[in-house]
């Protein structure tokens, strides 16, 4: 008959092996796809690292909605100090410019690690003679400490907050000194003559056991010692950075950002950026980078964004526009300071 199926003798026992076949099949197929899947989870349980890398791929969350959601759970921001506080709303893309925190003129400041104190510079006017000194004020504008004597161009605290990197000049020189906040002792290191009056410390310039520090002179990374007060080359490049895990160093060599182990082994290339104009400032858990960069709108008119990179997927956004393109920014945990500033602007 047109268009039927014709069995030969023997048709049935025929598609039943066949049936057999394809059975056994999708059973092996099957236990190869478990026997997979348990590996996979050895291997991840293993390297803890891969897993988080794992879960984050398969979660597929933007840059942006990753640090607006740690941002909602655990108080994470980029912080600032300039003339007030500034905080960045990761969810809004904006920079939140909070009021001055001292009842004088001040300056540019930096904001310890863990988001509690600013290292800032505070001015009293005497007749027509400006007396700038160091200052150090908790976040909420309370308990204002003023070190006369000491005067700094930039600021780097140590992770216990006992001791303060800093760039100390005068009109005679300028010094790369450690003042302990305790004693109130500025040590200095480096010969004065060679030091220049500009920053040469970032916000991020400690060791994890606040034993050693980086830094940058003419053009070259330096680490220092502070136990037996010796300093090294590491590379050339400008602006470093230390993670906070401890285990690498970031600065720039032109467009490009480096890598390298405090040992000065391992270096690497991270990423290539035309315009960047700072140093690389790392999350808590060494997973983002935040970095400001350069645009224009006119030929004579330029602006900065501040961009965040997330490493182990090298995508990035930008977060906020229209900050500043020299001032340090620091990662911190403090809902509580997010809440603050926010509370400061005006209404609409």
């Known amino acids: 008959m047109k268009g039927s199926a014709r069995i030969s003798p023997g048709g049935t026992a025929v598609m039943v092996s066949i049936r057999k076949r394809t059975f056994v099949s999708w059973l092996l197929a099957m236990a190869g796809s478990l026997v997979f899947i348990s590996r996979l989870a050895t291997a991840l349980q293993s390297f803890p690292e891969d897993s988080a890398r794992f879960a984050a791929a398969g979660q597929n969350e933007s840059v942006r ?59 009293r006017w005497e007749g027509a003679v400006r007396a700038a000194s160091l200052g150090v004020v908790r976040w909420d504008g309370s308990d204002l400490q003023q070190y006369p004597g000491i005067q700094t161009l930039n600021t780097c605290w140590s ?32 010969p004065q003559s060679e030091i220049d009056p500009k920053s040469h410390f970032t916000s991020q310039c400690w060791s994890r056991d606040d034993a050693q520090l980086v830094y940058e002179t003419e053009g070259n990374v330096k680490v220092y010692e502070i136990g037996n007060r010796k300093w090294r080359i590491l590379a050339k490049g400008t602006q470093p950075t230390w993670s906070p895990d401890g285990d690498w160093i970031a600065y720039r060599d032109g467009a490009t950002y480096f890598a390298i182990r405090p040992s000065g082994e391992d270096k690497k290339t991270l990423f ?9 400032y790392w999350s808590p858990d060494s997973r983002f980078v935040a970095y400001i960069h350069q645009d224009f709108i006119g030929l004579d008119t330029e602006f900065y964004h501040l961009m965040v990179r997330r490493l182990q997927d090298n995508s990035e956004d930008w977060v906020a526009n ?9 990662w911190v945990k403090n809902a509580q300071l997010v809440r603050h500033v926010e509370s400061e602007l005006p209404s609409h």
């Open 272 to 280: 290539n950026k035309t315009r960047a104009v700072s140093g690389l």
């Open 159 to 190: 992770h216990d907050q006992s001791k303060i990197a800093m760039t100390a000049f005068s009109k005679a020189n300028t010094t790369l000194g450690i003042f302990e906040v305790a004693s109130k002792q500025l040590h200095t290191f480096e």
């Open 65 to 123: 909605a990753e640090l607006a959601r740690l941002q909602k759970q655990t108080g994470l921001t980029l912080a600032a100090y300039s003339f007030g506080l500034q905080v960045i709303s990761f969810e809004n893309r904006r920079k939140y410019d909070g009021k001055s925190l001292v009842p004088m003129e001040d300056g540019p400041g930096t904001m310890s690690p863990d988001g509690t104190k600013i290292a800032l510079e505070v001015v």
């Open 322 to 330: 229209g900050v500043l393109c020299c001032i340090n920014y620091q």
